[in-house]
Nanobody, 121 residues
Framework: QVQLVESGGGLVQAGGSLRLSCAASGRTFSSYAMGWFRQAPGKEREFVAAISWSGGNTYYADSVKGRFTISRDNAKNTVYLQMNSLKPEDTAVYYC??????????????WGQGTQVTVPS
């Protein structure tokens, strides 16, 4: 069992940066791939980024490639999402998830409660 708690969301102007954190409980964190997803009002939850259990592999949605960076610190049981050059279309609730490496929601078994990111237009 893994419990996930996101933090770091907030209101930021277009072009600004935020770093989201996701703290995991449980001794098996390092055995899971981690992903970030987001859901804007009225839209489906969509994939943002994923990182393998070792951190050696990462994958990004085209919409965030070059602007967002996913990383993890297995010693701290934490995964991060550094978001730069934020745009209004990045506004969403951001969720972290633990499971199997990939872009599909179905590959992730555990989810956090989400953190709101707002980028006003």
């Amino acid at each position: 069992q893994v419990q996930l708690v996101e933090s770091g969301g907030g209101l930021v102007q277009a072009g600004g940066s935020l770093r989201l954190s996701c703290a995991a409980s449980g001794r098996t964190f390092s055995s899971y791939a981690m992903g970030w997803f987001r859901q804007a009002p009225g839209k489906e939850r969509e994939f943002v980024a994923a990182i393998s259990w070792s951190g050696g592999n990462t994958y990004y949605a085209d919409s965030v490639k070059g602007r967002f960076t996913i990383s993890r610190d297995n010693a701290k049981n934490t995964v991060y999402l550094q978001m730069n050059s934020l745009k209004p279309e990045d506004t969403a609730v951001y969720y972290c998830a633990a499971g199997l490496y990939g872009i599909s929601r179905g590959r992730y078994d555990y989810w956090g409660q989400g953190t709101q990111v707002t980028v006003p237009s």
